[in-house]
């Protein structure tokens, strides 16, 4: 059973940066596909960005890209979102997955089905 957990969200101001770290426990976790989503209040879970298992192929939503960076450090079973030039918009719990197969694809956002507990990050204005 993999476990999933986040840290490093907070306030920050618009155009502030911030980063967050998913510690994965659990299983062999340079075998498997990484991602962040958002929920914000009264919102649907969003797809934010994801990660290949070897870190060399990223995929981004189109609000977030050129802001947002996704990468890996596999050797710490760590999965990161640096969040630059954030907006109000940003404003969300944010969560980390990851699939229940290997090598699986970060296209298809709807095979993520492992959650973090979240982290919330609000962006002020």
């Known amino acids: 059973q993999v476990q999933l957990e986040e840290s490093g969200g907070g306030l920050v101001q618009t155009g502030g940066s911030l980063r967050l770290s998913c510690a994965a426990s659990g299983r062999t976790f340079d075998t498997y596909s990484m991602g962040w989503f958002r929920q914000a209040p009264g919102k649907e879970r969003e797809f934010v960005a994801a990660v290949d298992w070897s870190g060399g192929t990223t995929n981004y939503a189109d609000s977030v890209k050129g802001r947002f960076t996704i990468f890996r450090d596999n050797a710490k079973n760590t999965v990161y979102l640096q969040m630059n030039s954030l907006k109000p918009e940003d404003t969300a719990v944010y969560y980390c997955?990851?699939?229940?197969?290997?090598?699986?694809?970060?296209?298809?956002?709807?095979?993520?089905?492992?959650w973090g507990q979240g982290t919330q990050v609000t962006v002020s204005s």
């Open positions: 997955a990851t699939q229940g197969f290997r090598y699986g694809s970060i296209w298809a956002s709807t095979s993520f089905g492992y």
